[in-house]
């Protein structure tokens, strides 16, 4: 038996970190029309991403898995750190569509990124799992600690 407690309340709010993180923008692109000179900033959503839409998915979809996996600490310890991967991926991804911007073909038309707040999300994703993590070690600690006594 695991004493399953903090770490379940830490996944679940990486869970509904990740569902926000779908609709939330993490960015700004801007367009100016260089003929017209008018400009035109859209929101940067990881829904509208399918290399977002992956990796998050995954990371939810580990951490669902994890949840219920508190009767095999072990292996729920590798699904959440593979979450964390994925979660880490997803990070990866928004720094790059972030940093390089949209290209555009037409000279006419200059793009720009904006960074926006709904990065944040994933870091606080990771701490999320970080922390869970740490909870079934110290919780397969507390556990060893108890069968020594008892033995």
Known sequence: ?????????????????????????????????????????????????????????????????????????????LFVVLSALATAAAAGVVIYILSAGAVDTDSAVSTRTIWGGGGLILIAMIVAQIYAYRGIVADQKLLRSYDRFHS
């Open 1 to 77: 038996m695991v004493i399953q407690r903090l770490q379940t309340l830490l996944l679940v709010i990486a869970i509904v970190l990740g569902v926000v993180f779908y609709f939330v923008p993490f960015g700004y692109e801007s367009l100016v029309d260089g003929a017209t000179m008018q400009s035109v900033v859209s929101p940067l959503k990881a829904i509208d991403f399918i290399g977002l839409i992956v990796p998050v998915s995954v990371a939810l979809l580990l951490m669902v898995v994890a949840i219920f996996m508190f009767k095999k600490p072990a292996p729920q310890k």
